[in-house]
């Protein structure tokens, strides 16, 4: 058989051959106090797709916008306030069109269940404050709202310890290497050491909106937009509201 023909062959038996259908992959990235429950979503959903595959980011909604500002791959920002959307936006590095709320949270001051802090005017009797790095941690920049307002900043401010991220000021509050810390009601929730003293009142700081957008890229990605639709399902409004969300 010539060498033409048995070429021919080849090509006409690999045109038989089932074609495999590659897997979508959706990079997220996500603050870091949404960590369990977007963990949760992204299993269910991939369990509905099999083919589609996620990348997970988690961290500081700052740090994570940096990271994207430069260049860092990714199809989704899911912040913990609305100042870091608003960079991206203004940058335009995420698809605006999209932009939209994912959920609420509630901020409170944890600690151990010894400690007689019951309000904001209590808390002189502590020696240490964990709060998130406010410049970063939109946890952290809630809390120092809330102290402003409570008109403690200058009476505190040899007291507080700055984290990397709330996940971080719950750790340490856990750990007891603080006497207490500001987190969000959520990650309240996931402690086992540390139990919620009081809830800050609303009226000392903004309400805490978590956005989402899709990034500019990931607008193009149709398994990024079925995620994004996903998280704005009724299926995922039971899940946000069992880790203690408000939707």
Known sequence: MKEPTIKLLCLFCLLLLPVRTLAGEVKLSV?????????????????????????????????LAKQIESGAPSDMY????????????????????????????????????????????????????????????????????AIK??????????KLVMARDARDCLTYAERGEVDGAFVYLTDALQAKKATVLFTVPQGLYPPVIYPMALTVTGAKNSDAASFYRFLQSAEAKVVLRRYGFVK
């Open 149 to 158: 307002r409570a008109g403690k900043d200058k009476e505190w401010e040899n």
């Open 31 to 63: 603050a870091a106090s949404l960590k369990d429950v977007v963990n949760e979503l992204a299993d269910g959903f991939a369990k509905k797709h099999p083919d589609v595959r996620f990348q997970k980011n988690y961290g500081a909604s700052g740090a």
């Open 78 to 145: 899911i912040s913990a306030n609305l100042e870091w959307m608003s960079y991206l936006k203004n940058r335009k590095l995420v698809d605006a069109a999209s932009i939209g709320t994912f959920t609420y949270n509630t901020l409170v001051f944890i600690g151990s269940s010894g400690k007689k802090v019951s309000g904001m005017n209590d808390l002189f009797k502590l020696h240490n404050i964990a709060i998130g790095s406010p410049k970063s941690v939109p946890a952290g920049a809630y809390a120092m709202e």
